[in-house]
């Protein structure tokens, strides 16, 4: 009977997760701007091999990507702290997402990516549950945020 139910069971794949991570990034209120709307803009990134005609295999996407894409937004008040609508800046940073589960471990091309990224100041999150890659993403912000008002007030 145990086996008969086991059978019955559906193996959740890692690519079944991703429109959960994209939706936890969307909704957390730790991840929304001043007028509400979500900081954090996802979408699955494809990668990987297709089996064309006659064969023959088609890259597709980078090799080492992160299974989601997309930016993480910022914003700051200037003008000495103004709070009306024209003393508020906004810039967003490329972002992209690992979902890996369990134990899993990255692939060398993927341990690649994170370190090219992260070189060029983007964004890299290697998460294995949506509340982890909540709080990564938060301390990105934070991050970035500091690095913007750093550089805001050493021009100032």
Known sequence: LAEARAALCRTVREVDLYDHYIRAAREAPALRLRDGTPAVRLQRQFTGALQGSHGKRLRVGKRGSGDLSGSICVEWAVGGGSRSESGWRRISVACEVEVK??????????????????????????????????????????RITSLVLGCELSEG
Not at 115 to 130: D, K, P
């Open 101 to 142: 589960r369990g134990a899993e471990e990255q692939r060398e091309a993927q341990v690649e990516r994170e370190n090219a990224l992260r070189r060029r100041g983007e964004v890299y999150v290697l998460a294995r549950r949506t509340d982890e890659m909540v709080r990564a993403l938060v301390a990105e912000r934070a």
